[in-house]
């Protein structure tokens, strides 16, 4: 009754009832209980403000829970504490008892889990995360008082402690917990630099999302210095969104080679059995819709086929979906999943500013009193007319304008209502949407504080190592401009889930590049339906067998109807080296099951490969050449700590030390020259990170800002190898 009535704020029926059980659990001797009724009465003044009567009951409760070794209360009694010294501002005693909560929490979550009781483990681990966060605060707050880094490297050891526990555990990489629980130390930091030793230099940015900030640790090899970024999450998620549609609109840019569109023709015969079945649902003859999908449109086509035809937008969304061309023109998924919601938002947008950029550009109005002239529409003030009398613009175009601009703002409506944010600035940078770099950077610039970004455009390092957190695994950093220049050809980027996975692929044994595995599959699984139209790409497979078939490589190539999971599994276990050329699938639904790669039997997926048990001895180099490939979905917090789930964290259990993976749907012409130039430096004696980072300059400098494609390959694990 006691809690019931502090959920309703009666604080003084609380205490009278929690009073009333502590007398009973005193009479009958309950020890456990008296614990809990302190622990309750603790919680009721802290609630009142009275900290020093909260403090007190803490304690008594504390005492008790110690003696009768009554862990789980213990953790939770030292987290209340924390949040009240917190509160009083003394961080010491909140760092001090956060860090014992988290120890104990760490102890028990483990043996949840080596007991199989997973929910239970999520459970424990959802109701102890706060702790974490407090900890992570007040460490912070006590460097900001005295500038000492024992606390800010505290800090990067509790926000490792939130990252990628099940797959540490899996991999073996976490020391054995002494007797003494006092004895439990967080050193990750120091198991790194150990690792690192006579090796290059390497910077780590760790990167941490709280509710209202994201926390970022940069840390070299003597120093960590701390930096923060308030955040407002839906103003980041409407940025996002423009990131979306800016990849649409690159995408359809009519700037790309004639090869590329060429390769947005959809892949007919793949399709056709669900042609058919779709041409009796939407009431169409086969062969006009067979026509339909194989021509490349825009979305003011796409919105009059829906028109035309009188499909509803559900259906429509089917289709298109559906339609292998449209698919690999909206590589939307690099930044969130569209659902069917989303990619109508998305062709309406697109349309939109089609219609609005015809007007602009059929005037000539240059792009700042284009800027003017939106926000004069938009605000209703009477400046537009100067604008209007300046470039002679006809009454029908303006109103079509004002109907058009204000049926966009829709798109910014809840943007336009965040504080601090300039509304001329805002429309601004929607006036320039369609340029992927352009959005991105808009997006880094709302999330990267300013210093942090000179800081990473003047370090003296060659290796940059990113531990993104959540949906900023999803950010291109590699594409992102620091300092006039794209991070991923500044540095050799790395990324990883968290510090401790570093050190694991570092601290693998190399093996000679003796066993090279190459799978080449672009047939739909066990259909024998071919998806590879236009030809050319197993010759790009042929050659990289060729460039590694010799100094006496053993070069296995299973390709086509070989290229069978039995097959695989028997080469898998020797092989040092294994480049993967099958078409990629990522399902941020269920990033496990429906994340994987298309054999020419079956789908493999991230859940196959754990499942299978595949272990690889010699710790390989894996590229996998597909679509999507490295990207992730989050259990968010639960059993296994904000694992990120997907291909990458598989591979990774099955103790692969490096991977190569896309972020996105990539284009084949851009793909073949990656291949290429990737192991002909490699070849040449570069280790992984350098030939990585050679290829992306050279596709870079042969197309500049007409791809995107050469920031999609991302480096997993040890950047060191080489051949």
């Known amino acids: 009754m006691g809690c019931v009535y502090?959920?309703?704020?009666?604080?003084?029926?609380?205490?009278?009832?929690?009073?009333?059980?502590?007398?009973?659990?005193?009479?009958?001797?309950?020890r456990a209980g008296e614990s809990a009724c302190y622990t309750n009465l603790g919680v009721v003044y802290a609630d009142l403000g009275d900290s020093n009567k909260a403090i007190e009951f803490f304690e008594k409760s504390l005492k008790i829970f110690k003696k009768i070794g009554e862990k789980a209360g213990e953790s939770i009694v030292c987290g209340n504490l924390a949040d009240v010294y917190y509160k009083k501002r003394d961080y010491q005693k909140s760092l001090n008892y956060a860090r014992d909560s988290i120890i104990i929490s760490e102890t028990i979550r483990e043996s949840l889990i080596e007991e199989k009781l997973r929910e239970l483990s999520m459970t424990f681990f959802k109701s102890k995360f706060g702790v974490y966060d407090l900890g992570v605060n007040a460490a912070l707050k006590l460097y900001t008082d005295t500038k000492k880094q024992n606390y800010l490297k505290e800090s990067f050891e509790i926000i490792e402690k939130t990252k990628s526990r099940e797959l540490l555990k899996k991999l073996k990489i976490k020391e054995t917990p002494p007797e003494n629980i006092e004895d439990i130390k967080f050193d990750a930091v120091e198991r790194f630099r150990k690792a690192l030793k006579n090796k290059p230099n390497c910077t780590v940015l760790e990167m941490y999302q709280q509710s209202d900030r994201i926390i970022y640790l940069l840390l070299t090899k003597n120093k960590i210095k701390f930096f923060e970024q308030p955040i407002n999450q839906e103003l980041i998620n409407l940025l996002e969104e423009y990131l979306t549609v800016s990849n649409y609109l690159f995408s359809c840019s009519k700037e790309l080679d004639k090869k590329i569109i060429d390769?947005?023709?959809?892949?007919?015969?793949?399709?056709y059995a669900y042609i058919i079945k779709l041409s009796d649902t939407l009431g169409i003859d086969e062969d006009e819709l067979y026509e339909i999908c194989t021509t490349p449109m825009t979305a003011s086509e796409i919105d009059k086929l829906g028109e035309d035809y009188g499909i509803e937008e559900m259906n429509l969304v089917e289709l298109l979906m559906t339609h292998t061309g449209q698919q690999m023109i909206l590589s939307t998924h690099e930044i969130r999943s569209f659902d069917s919601q989303g990619f109508k938002r998305l062709v309406r947008a697109l349309k939109i500013i089609e219609e609005l950029n015809g007007i602009i550009t059929g005037?000539?109005?240059?792009?700042?009193?284009?800027?003017?002239?939106?926000?004069?529409?938009?605000?209703?003030?009477?400046?537009?007319?100067g604008i209007r009398a300046k470039y002679k613009i006809k009454d029908g175009d303006m109103e079509k304008?004002?109907?058009?601009?204000?049926?966009?703002?829709?798109?910014?409506?809840?943007?336009l209502e965040r504080k601090n944010y300039n509304k001329y600035e805002i429309i601004s940078m929607m006036s320039k949407v369609s340029t992927f770099y352009d959005t991105l950077n808009e997006l880094v610039t709302h999330i990267l504080p300013e210093k942090l970004r000179t800081d990473l455009g003047t370090i003296k390092t060659d290796y940059l190592i990113l531990l993104p957190h959540r949906w900023l695994h999803d950010i291109s950093w590699e594409a992102a401009v620091i300092n006039k220049k794209p991070l991923g050809l500044g540095y050799n980027i790395i990324r990883n889930y968290n510090i401790d996975l570093v050190t694991s692929t570092l601290d693998y044994k190399q093996h000679p590049f003796n066993n090279v595995l190459i799978v080449f599959n672009l047939y739909k699984p066990g259909s024998g339906k071919k998806?590879?139209?236009?030809?050319?790409?197993?010759?790009?497979?042929i050659k990289v067998k060729n460039k590694l078939d010799v100094n006496g490589r053993t070069v296995n190539y299973l390709s086509k109807q070989q290229a069978t999971l039995d097959n695989i599994k028997k080469e898998l276990s020797d092989a040092s080296l294994i480049h993967f050329h099958c078409h990629g699938n990522f399902s941020?639904?269920?990033?496990?099951?429906?994340?994987?790669?298309?054999?020419?039997?079956?789908?493999?997926?991230?859940q196959d490969i754990l499942s299978e048990e595949i272990e690889f001895k010699n710790h390989p180099l894996i590229l996998?050449?597909?679509?999507?490939?490295?990207?992730?979905g989050t259990d968010d917090i639960g059993v296994m700590g904000d694992e990120q789930m997907g291909l990458v964290t598989s591979f990774f259990t099955a103790k692969a030390s490096t991977l190569i993976v896309t972020g996105w749907g990539t284009y084949s012409e851009y793909g073949k020259e990656f291949s290429n130039h990737f192991y002909d430096s490699l070849l040449c004696g570069r280790n992984v990170a350098e030939s990585l980072r050679n290829a992306r300059e050279k596709i870079y400098g042969?197309?500049?800002k007409e791809s995107r494609d050469w920031a999609a390959y991302m480096l997993y694990g040890n950047p060191f190898k080489f051949i």
């Open 588 to 606: 941020p639904g269920n990033p496990l099951e429906g994340s994987g790669i298309n054999l020419y039997d079956c789908f493999l997926s991230a």
């Open 624 to 632: 996998l050449r597909g679509c999507k490939t490295g990207r992730t």
């Open 531 to 541: 998806t590879d139209k236009y030809g050319g790409l197993e010759e790009e497979c």
């Open 6 to 30: 502090a959920d309703l704020g009666d604080f003084n029926k609380a205490i009278e009832f929690n009073e009333k059980s502590l007398k009973i659990a005193m009479n009958i001797g309950n």
């Open 401 to 415: 304008l004002e109907r058009l601009i204000v049926r966009r703002d829709d798109f910014l409506t809840k943007l």
């Open 702 to 704: 042969k197309y500049g």
């Open 363 to 385: 005037y000539n109005i240059k792009e700042k009193d284009a800027d003017k002239l939106f926000w004069c529409i938009r605000e209703n003030k009477p400046d537009r007319e």
């Open 263 to 271: 390769e947005l023709t959809p892949m007919a015969e793949y399709e």
